[in-house]
């Protein structure tokens, strides 16, 4: 069974600050990797990276597959409150469709 | 827009009760999912569907069931419920063809005295 993990489990910044957040996986049966963003409510989906090297950019949060390493980050600039959330990863599994997530980072961005 | 709707946002149940918890989309997607997502442990994939009257136990299906008689609506069942069933149940639907991205429900937040 592939295995996702994300680190850290949790991190505190200023506002304006700019954070890394990092997930790791296993390659057994991978095919994509996903990044969400969630509040209060449902995971709504940021990112999907199938290909290594490609950077994907939205706004001020970009991220970036490394498939020989088996990990990806999640890069957020010019932090602002309304980013505090929990960061989820996953793994699409190839063939069986679907997703293993990883425990998630609580991000919390002080003013 | 993708809608997953699921039937309840919050429900107290007692022991051993009999619990349905029902999700529906609107986008014709092949793949539904329930989870589970409890503080420290991520989301834990209990069961998910590729098509109508398929299922297939996900990390976590012990003490729960599910149903898919149509396309739209993936039912969970827990035939008697625990305490330590109280968690947050999420549901999402995923196309297969080729854009990947998963969509979910509002979750249910289920306490189980």
């Known amino acids: 069974e592939d295995k996702v993990v994300q680190s850290p489990l949790s991190l505190v910044v200023h506002e304006g600050d700019t954070v890394t957040l990092n997930c790791s996986y296993e390659v057994t049966n991978f095919r994509s990797l996903l990044w969400y963003k969630q509040e209060k409510k449902a995971p709504t989906f940021l990112f999907m990276l199938?290909?290594?090297?490609i950077e994907k950019k939205s706004g001020r949060l970009s991220s970036i597959l490394d498939k020989k390493e088996l990990f990806s980050i999640l890069n957020i600039t010019a932090t602002q409150t309304g980013d505090s959330a929990v960061y989820l990863c996953?793994?699409?599994?190839?063939?069986?469709?679907?997703?293993?997530f990883g425990q998630g980072t609580r991000l919390t961005i002080n003013p | 827009d993708v809608k997953v709707t699921q039937s309840s946002r919050y429900l107290v149940k007692r022991t051993g009760e009999k619990v349905f918890l029902e999700c529906v989309q609107d986008m014709d997607h092949e793949n539904m999912f329930w989870y589970r997502q409890d503080p420290g442990l991520g989301l834990r994939l209990i069961y998910f569907?590729?098509?109508?009257?398929?299922?297939e136990k996900g990390d976590i299906p012990e003490g729960y069931s599910v149903s898919r008689e149509k396309k739209e609506r993936f039912s969970l069942i827990l035939e008697s419920a625990s305490t330590n069933q109280t968690s947050m149940y999420l549901c999402a639907s995923l196309t297969s063809g080729g854009n990947y991205e998963q969509y979910f429900g509002p979750g249910t937040r289920l306490t189980v005295t």
């Open positions: 199938t290909s290594s090297g």
């Open positions: 569907s590729y098509d109508v009257k398929m299922k």
């Open positions: 996953a793994e699409l599994i190839q063939g069986a469709q679907k997703l293993v």
